[in-house]
């Protein structure tokens, strides 16, 4: 028997692997060809006061190693999340976190507190590094902005909370820093990597919005390099660390860097029961090489 669990805040994670926010849906829609009790935890697609429509369309390209989305954060809103998708989510034996984004400290606050009081959520991912959306990343290039965001959300809630980190910054750790100064209990990174594609022949923009966030494989190697810097830096926080995890081999890799957990999301759209291969993939990997616990992979990687 080998250990797979990890602790993120107060979440147990029976494994280690999560679904990337906005890559599994609110989990209804992938429920039929992922068992959800065998995922580390849910996450849900980004979550917003009001419903969201989204950006015009093509708002996915194909990359030659991933993808360029701008679905600029298509979501029901707060009310529909509560009443049509939670009910859902609470019939599984796994923790359920919501990726909350908003246009102000309000918004933010306002979701976390309707999400505290619906019952059935436990953990809270904070999005402030969506590159779609207008103003999308204000907060997540600013640690001052980091702060005062994730102190008045820290105040609204007791649920965990995880600050989603953008990797479109000169230096990452300031705003690490700033997160968990502030009251977070754990970090994900990273979002996607801000890009464009364009048409030769008809001499346009590939996506209506322009510009998207790049991920999959071609984002994996500053993905790991991002995380092994916070964990550096933070070497006691949760990290969960995504971008570009296709195997169990990859997910590994993350863990050696100094990740707790790690998230799958394009992956997803290759084959939909990546997630769960993932977990699998770890714990034969553990049982291969007489590992008793996943936790001893954590930052274990050697200079
Ligand atoms: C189509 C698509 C939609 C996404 N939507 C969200 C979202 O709503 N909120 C969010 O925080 N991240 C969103 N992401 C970012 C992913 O959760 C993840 O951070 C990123 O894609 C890197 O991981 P990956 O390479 O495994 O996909 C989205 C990514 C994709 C590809």
Redesign the pocket.
Same mark, same amino acid.
């Given at each position: 028997m080998v250990n797979t669990q990890v602790q993120v805040g107060k979440l147990t994670l029976r494994n280690p692997v999560v679904t990337?926010?906005?890559?599994f849906g609110f989990g209804s829609e992938m429920a039929q060809v992922v068992d959800l009790n065998a995922v580390g935890a849910v996450v849900v697609?980004?979550t917003s006061r009001e419903p969201r429509l989204g950006n015009p369309t093509p708002r +996915?390209v194909e990359t030659p190693a991933?993808?360029l989305?701008a679905?600029g954060?298509q979501n029901g809103g707060v009310d529909n999340f509560i009443e049509e998708k939670l009910p859902f989510l609470r019939q599984f034996d796994v923790p359920v976190i919501v990726?909350l984004?908003g246009y102000g400290v309000e918004d933010y606050v306002y979701l976390a507190e309707r999400l505290t009081a619906a019952g059935g959520v436990h953990g809270l991912?904070i999005?402030i590094?969506?590159p779609n959306v207008k103003h999308g990343c204000d907060f997540a290039v600013d640690p001052r902005l980091t702060r005062e965001l994730i102190s008045a959300v820290r105040s609204a809630t007791d649920l965990t909370l995880i600050t989603?980190l953008s990797p479109n910054v000169t230096d990452i750790r300031p705003i690490a820093e700033a997160a968990i100064e502030a009251g977070s209990d754990a970090l994900s990174l +990273?979002?996607?990597l801000l890009g464009t594609a364009i048409d030769i022949r008809k001499r346009k923009f590939r996506l209506a919005n322009i510009t998207g966030?790049l991920?999959?494989p071609a984002?994996k190697p500053v993905?790991l390099r991002l995380v092994w810097q916070v964990h550096q830096a933070l070497p006691h926080v949760p990290l969960i660390g995504?971008?570009?995890?296709m195997s169990a081999n990859d997910a590994i890799e993350f863990l050696l860097a100094g990740a707790t957990a790690v998230?799958?999301?394009?992956?997803t759209f290759v084959n939909p029961t990546s997630v769960t291969d993932v977990a699998q993939g770890i714990e034969q990997y553990l049982k291969d090489n007489g590992i008793a616990d996943v936790n001893e992979l954590v930052g274990a990687v050697q200079a």
């Open positions: 990337g926010s906005g890559t697609k980004s +996915i991933g993808i989305n679905i954060l990726n984004v991912e999005n590094s969506c989603k +990273i979002n996607t966030g991920s999959g984002v993905a995504m971008g570009g995890i998230a799958v999301g394009t992956a």
